[in-house]
């Protein structure tokens, strides 16, 4: 097992110990699911082969049922877990806000759109081949990581089920496009293929090396608002603790729209 | 002159197109990227309007941003460092979005547009409110009431319009914010501030306000009309992620988690007592603000905008409690209409005062369904699509439509429609269980035929506005609270839309339709969208939600999605 896959089971196993964590988590599943779901029923609408609509519409399928299997179980555990959340809101965790919950992608929920690369239209865009492809690397990575979400949740029977019945679905979705893909090459697109594989997975890397260059940059820039925040700030800071706001009605500082004469007004950011 | 408003970075992003006066387009961005309350850059919005509209960036006059970025900034900062050295995680948190993007939007609007620089304007947030609520609504001459969350300074702010002409008269500064107030209860109370407060609204029907002294003390009212904001048990003064502070959780007891149980009945009904407690509090300080804004601007018609605007309860309770005796709120009072308010106000101001303006402007303003994305054979002309309507409302209850172009603002009027049986004694959970998904205490609004809505609902006089667009709360006469339970929330009002024959004849006709089958010409209705979604945008959109949901039809223009081929 590689450094990166010993700490994502090391972040997975403390995800799932972790209640408020872990419903977040089965929410964040649910929505991804179901992007993926919309996405992949919406390119079968435009797929002119009869064979590869037949299985993007039962792999939409998959997805739609997947996502109610996670939206299903965790409304379960948020019935019956209410209070560990509050304690979590309580104690000022910002689950909402942890990066960390979003196990499959690595991703905060919104930066997610189906299969952490996709997007709506996007068939339009590449073509079958480039899609297909892009799907194949996509569910292979699902699968591996479902199968790593099935070992560390043997401990609650219902969701260890949903990820069985994940990752049975997801075994399927990983062959039906690893056999479209062959079929392609078996008709001479060998070379097409190649390099839309080759461009999914590029993509998938250089997705994964501009997103901790975002954090990087972030945490970094964080740190140094922080350090100007303590220094330079401060005593304008303590001085402007003293300072109150005034309540009541203040004159407004805009004219009335005339002719002419607020056109001026609006030519300026401030 | 042609003017795109924009607006982003608040709730509801959104592009509106003016052209000449005449709102040619508007949608928010929410429909397109399907992110609800979607507060990114409008872009997709935008390239619509031009789409729709056939213009080229470069044939716009100007495109108008909602807010004065630096002057925003400015309040920021000032709010950070006041709050010094509590600010310390919120303070990068602030500048790095600020230093990031924010600050720089001219030159974001110009790139991503393909506009220069100097045709990209700035107009001031309560002005683009303002704008959006008089420039567009019947009345001629109005006082013009605005209560927002905090745009550059303002909170909340005085106008009186007159023509085409607006003068500010007043204005209540940040941080006394009565709507970010109500946002921080409703995040207290567990729901998603910036769109789970219209939810506080329909829980505060649950309870009493026992909790009201408290919350006055809170929100002192001054003699000249004003008001200001207790901030210590808040922290939406610097804080734009935990609105509520330790204070109101020593006071009230822990915050609800958001998804767990709600506490509504006796022995504890603190979450219903507490949203009926701030929903009474908004609803006497708007009383306090109608009243001091009534002794400047002595006149009979107000026009309301502003987050608080989408507050039913609070509108009614203005127009029959307040000074005014008629009531004009715009379709998309909040963010989003900021962007169709500041292409009023630049096209306003460079037209000048004797302008011809569209009053009021149309509300179906967005993208109409491309049925082609549907195949499929056509139904027969218009009495097809009707009668199939009615066959799904007779056999499963209820059905969806989507026809012609897409409503501005939040709420379906009737072209993004989700329409069911109210007679059903369990109308609301099928529809619930169905498709919405939504809390059980929730309830869902009556469309009724205009000539016939007396019969209903006690209609108060000066609300024709408000009643054709959902935004004032009726009480529900007492047979229609016996037949139509699914429609008539536990307090006994409804949230009726009224349908005018000339308006909307489509929708017309199926209600009277509808009457000859079922003796009432009423139906449920209420957007077609799943909860957490925004409404849907197009066929494709309406597709996918009858694929996903348990609607057994919709109908997309004159096309037909159903689960039984042979009800065609």
């Known amino acids: 097992m590689n450094p990166g896959d010993l700490l994502l089971r090391a972040r997975s196993r403390a995800v799932w110990a972790d209640p408020a964590r872990t419903l977040l988590t089965l929410e964040s599943f649910a929505r991804t699911e179901a992007d993926g779901g919309r996405d992949i029923a919406s390119a079968a609408r435009r797929v002119g082969d009869p064979e590869l609509r037949r299985h993007l519409e039962r792999h939409a399928g998959d997805e739609l049922r997947h996502a109610a299997l996670f939206r299903r179980r965790a409304e379960e555990l948020r019935a019956a877990g209410g209070a560990s959340m509050a304690a979590a809101s309580a104690a000022g965790t910002d689950v909402a806000g942890d990066a960390a919950y979003d196990l499959s992608r690595g991703r905060p929920a919104h930066e997610v759109d189906t299969h952490g690369f996709l997007s709506i239209g996007l068939l339009d865009e590449l073509g079958e081949v480039p899609y297909v492809a892009m799907l194949h690397v996509a569910e292979e990575r699902a699968a591996k990581l479902f199968k790593l979400h099935a070992d560390l949740t043997r401990a609650d029977a219902t969701t260890h089920g949903i990820f069985e019945t994940i990752l049975r679905d997801e075994h399927y979705h990983v062959a039906w496009t690893r056999a479209m893909l062959d079929g392609w090459r078996a008709h001479g697109r060998r070379d097409e293929v190649k390099r839309a594989l080759k461009d999914a997975r590029q993509n998938r890397l250089l997705g994964a090396w501009k997103r901790l260059g975002v954090r990087a940059g972030g945490n970094f820039g964080r740190v140094a608002l922080v350090a100007l925040y303590c220094t330079v700030l401060l005593p304008f800071g303590l001085l402007a603790r003293g300072g109150r706001d005034k309540p009541g009605w203040r004159a407004p500082r805009r004219t009335a729209t005339r002719a002419g004469d607020s056109l001026a007004a609006v030519r300026t950011q401030i | ?568």
């Open chain 2, 1 to 568: 002159m042609r003017v795109l408003g924009l607006s982003a970075f608040g709730r509801d992003a959104a592009a509106a197109l003016v052209v000449d006066g005449r709102v040619v387009a508007a949608s928010a961005e929410e429909r397109f990227t399907r992110v609800h309350h979607d507060p990114a850059f409008p872009r997709r919005a935008a390239r619509w309007c031009l789409r729709e509209a056939g213009l080229q960036p470069r044939e716009l006059d100007a495109v108008v941003f909602h807010v004065k970025p630096l002057r925003q900034f400015e309040r920021v900062l000032a709010c950070q460092l006041r709050a010094f050295p509590r600010s310390i995680t919120t303070f990068p948190k602030s500048l790095f979005t600020w230093l990031g993007d924010r600050l720089w939007i001219r030159g974001r609007i110009a790139g991503d547009l393909g506009v220069p620089p100097e045709k990209v304007l700035f107009c001031e947030h309560h002005a683009a409110h303002a704008a959006a609520a008089f420039l567009p609504s019947p009345f001629e001459e109005a006082a013009v009431l605005i209560v927002d969350g905090a745009g550059e300074w303002a909170c909340t702010s005085l106008w009186r319009g007159a023509g085409t002409t607006l003068q500010p008269l007043g204005e209540v500064h940040f941080p006394h914010s009565l709507s970010l107030l109500y946002s921080a209860v409703t995040e207290f109370l567990g729901f998603p501030p910036g769109g789970g407060e219209q939810r506080v609204m329909e829980l505060a029907a649950l309870g009493a306000p026992r909790f009201l002294p408290w919350l006055t003390e809170l929100v002192r009212r001054e003699d000249d009309g004003s008001y200001r904001v207790d901030q210590k048990p808040f922290r939406f003064a610097f804080d734009g992620e935990r609105l509520y502070g330790q204070a109101l959780c020593d006071r009230l007891g822990s915050p609800r988690a958001p998804g767990a149980p709600l506490r509504t009945a006796t022995p504890d009904a603190r979450d219903a007592d507490l949203a009926a407690s701030v929903q009474r509090l908004a609803e006497e300080a708007l009383l306090h603000l109608a009243a001091g804004l009534y002794k400047r601007v002595p006149t009979e018609a107000l026009c309301f905008g502003g987050e608080l605007a989408l507050n039913p309860r609070a509108c009614a309770r203005l127009l029959r409690d307040g000074p005014f005796r008629k009531l004009f709120i715009p379709p998309a009072a909040g963010d989003d209409g900021a962007a169709l308010g500041a292409a009023l106000w630049v096209d306003a101001a460079a037209a000048g005062a004797g302008a011809p303006r569209e009053r009021p402007a149309p509300v179906f303003l967005g993208e109409a369904p491309d049925v082609t994305e549907l195949g499929g054979a056509p139904l027969a002309g218009e009495r097809a699509v009707l009668t199939a309507l009615l066959e799904h409302l007779q056999r499963d209850g209820m059905v969806g439509w989507v026809r012609g172009r897409g409503e501005w603002g939040p709420r379906s009027l009737g072209h993004r429609a989700l329409l069911a049986d109210p007679r059903r004694e369990d109308g609301r959970a099928r529809v619930n269980v169905a498709v919405k998904r939504r809390e059980s205490f929730r309830p869902f609004s009556p469309v009724v035929p205009a000539e016939r809505a007396a019969e209903f609902f006690d209609l108060p006089a000066g609300a024709e506005w408000p009643l054709r667009w959902m935004q004032i709360a009726v009480p529900a006469r007492p047979r229609t609270r016996e037949m139509l339970r699914a429609i008539v929330h536990i307090d006994g009002h409804s949230r009726p839309q009224l349908v005018h024959a000339a308006e909307d004849p489509a929708l017309h006709r199926l209600l009277v339709e509808w009457d000859k089958h079922s003796g009432v010409p009423v139906l449920l209705h209420t957007s077609l969208n799943q909860r957490g979604d925004p409404l849907v945008r197009g066929a494709e959109d309406a597709r996918a939600l009858w694929e996903r949901s348990g609607l057994p039809a919709v109908v997309v223009e004159d096309r037909l999605l159903t689960r039984e081929p042979a009800a065609r």
